[in-house]
């Protein structure tokens, strides 16, 4: 089975804290995504990476940065945590090729983060 | 920018009865797939059923198909037959084509479906 890991199901930290969501994919994709899920917003993309130490921001990502020193680990970093950025924290990896069958995105099972 | 909209927060439906989701969006591209995924309580998402949009006809999997109507940029999904295990979060997303290469996926906002013993 494919697998996207996060490192945490849940985390609560504090206001001003520098925060690491850690994300390890073993399917040997180039590309990995981390999105925030938040009620009535549904997925906003926040970064993502299409390679090795290559990064690009998505919709949100002011607050937030991302490291890929690994092609199996990204890494999203909140910098200094604030109360707006508890949400829940989703990262996704999908085929680096897009093929007719393989166009589906796998996904970590999310990080609740509360920030106090 | 390409935008996907799900208009229903919240549904429900009797166990074994028929329920349809509704999403809209809108793009200029004409090359591109639409997705709905599910999100069980557990969080594991997981990809229910898949549309090229260069297909005319209307994908199904199993309980689960769609009405894809290209023209009105609307992408349905009817469940029949519906079970307990369908009781999630459902999610409508668009990828342009073009964007392939990186597989960047454009999310509604959800759509909170409850079956009903």
């Known amino acids: 089975d494919v697998k996207v890991t996060q490192s945490s199901r849940y985390l609560v930290k504090r206001t001003g804290e520098k925060v690491f969501l850690e994300c390890v994919q073993d399917?040997?994709?180039?590309?990995m995504f981390w999105y925030r899920q938040d009620p009535g917003l549904g997925l906003r993309l926040i970064y993502f990476?299409?390679?090795?130490?290559?990064?690009e921001k998505g919709d949100i990502p002011e607050g937030y940065s991302v490291s890929r020193e690994k092609k199996e680990r990204f890494s999203l970093i909140l910098e200094s945590a604030s109360t707006n950025q508890t949400s829940m924290y989703l990262c996704?990896?999908?085929?680096?090729?897009?093929?007719?069958?393989?166009?589906?995105?796998?996904f970590g099972q999310g990080t609740r983060l509360t920030v106090v | 920018a390409q935008t996907v909209t799900q208009s229903q927060p919240e549904m429900s439906v009797q166990e074994a009865e028929t329920v349809t989701l509704s999403c809209t969006y809108d793009?200029?591209?004409?090359?591109?797939?639409l997705f709905w995924y599910k999100q069980p309580p557990s969080r594991q998402m997981i990809l229910v059923i898949r549309?090229?949009?260069?297909?005319?006809q209307n994908a199904t999997e199993n309980r689960f198909s769609v009405n894809f109507q290209k023209a009105a940029k609307s992408f349905s999904l009817k469940i029949s037959d519906s079970q307990l295990g369908d009781t999630a979060m459902y999610f409508c997303?668009?990828?342009?084509?073009?964007?392939?290469?990186?597989?960047?996926?454009?999310f509604g906002q959800g759509t909170t479906l409850q079956v009903k013993p």
């Open positions: 793009t200029s591209e004409n090359n591109y797939y």
């Open positions: 990476s299409y390679d090795v130490k290559m990064k």
């Open positions: 399917m040997d994709h180039e590309n």
């Open positions: 997303a668009f990828m342009d084509q073009g964007s392939g290469n990186t597989g960047k996926l454009i």
């Open positions: 549309q090229e949009a260069y297909k005319q």
């Open positions: 996704a990896s999908p085929p680096g090729w897009l093929g007719v069958m393989n166009t589906e995105a796998f």
